[in-house]
T-cell receptor
Framework: KQEVTQIPAALSVPEGENLVLNCSFT??????LQWFRQDPGKGLTSLLL?????REQTSGRLNASLDKSSGRSTLYIAASQPGDSATYLC???????????FGTGTRLQVFP | ETGVTQTPRHLVMGMTNKKSLKCEQH?????MYWYKQSAKKPLELMFV???????ENNSVPSRFSPECPNSSHLFLHLHTLQPEDSALYLC???????????????FGSGTQLSVL
């Protein structure tokens, strides 16, 4: 059974820092992995989607990498800003199911 | 707004009430989803509809009843809920069918449900 873990559960950093959020999954047989952002009391916004054949995806200050063999993905945020404060969730889609399996998220706070 | 609208934003109901959650997507997508998000738990998929046909029912109790009258609208009818059903209920849509390699979900802002 696929399980997705995100560490740390919460992170607080000063503005301007480069930071890395971690996501690990137990079964490497996945179609893709997605990173989402969720603001308090709101829905999820898809940030990056990495197909199983890809190693990384970039969007602006965000870079996500995927290492299927080790069951890991990282989301790198460059030059963090207070507006980046949110919960970041990763989700994988296994080969044997159509549904996404989500982690519990990392709650990020960037203070001025 | 993201193109997926959910109403109401907040709902408080007693265990004997009947209420409905509504979701509308303005993106021309073909698939719609209900997710449940409880505190400190991963998102749980509840129901999936593709082209108005239910394709996934993730062993959800019968006190939750979905309805998809057309590809733009999705409802979740609630009846005789329990306090542990209190959660954020999120609706999502996707252009591609469930399971497509490029499946990308667009979420609404959710309905925060409290069952007393």
């Amino acid at each position: 059974k696929q399980e997705v873990t995100q560490i740390p559960a919460a992170l607080s950093v000063p503005e301007g820092e480069n930071l890395v959020l971690n996501c690990s999954f137990t079964d490497s047989a996945i179609y893709n992995l997605q990173w989402f952002r969720q603001d308090p009391g709101k829905g999820l916004t898809s940030l990056l989607l990495i197909q199983s054949s890809q190693r990384e995806q970039t969007s602006g200050r965000l870079n996500a990498s995927l290492d299927k063999s080790s069951g890991r993905s990282t989301l790198y945020i460059a030059a963090s800003q207070p507006g980046d404060s949110a919960t970041y969730l990763c989700a994988v889609r296994p080969w044997d199911t159509d549904k996404l399996i989500f982690g519990t998220g990392t709650r990020l706070q960037v203070f001025p | 707004e993201t193109g997926v609208t959910q109403t109401p934003r907040h709902l408080v109901m007693g265990m004997t009430n009947k209420k409905s959650l509504k979701c509308e997507q303005h993106l021309g997508h073909n698939a719609m989803y209900w997710y449940k998000q409880s505190a400190k738990k991963p998102l749980e998929l509840m129901f999936v509809y593709s082209l108005e046909e239910r394709v996934e029912n993730n062993s959800v109790p019968s006190r939750f009843s979905p309805e998809c009258p057309n590809s733009s609208h999705l409802f979740l009818h609630l009846h005789t809920l329990q306090p542990e059903d209190s959660a954020l209920y999120l609706c999502a849509s996707s252009q591609d069918p469930p399971g497509a390699l490029s499946e990308k979900l667009f979420f609404g802002s959710g309905t925060q449900l409290s069952v007393l």
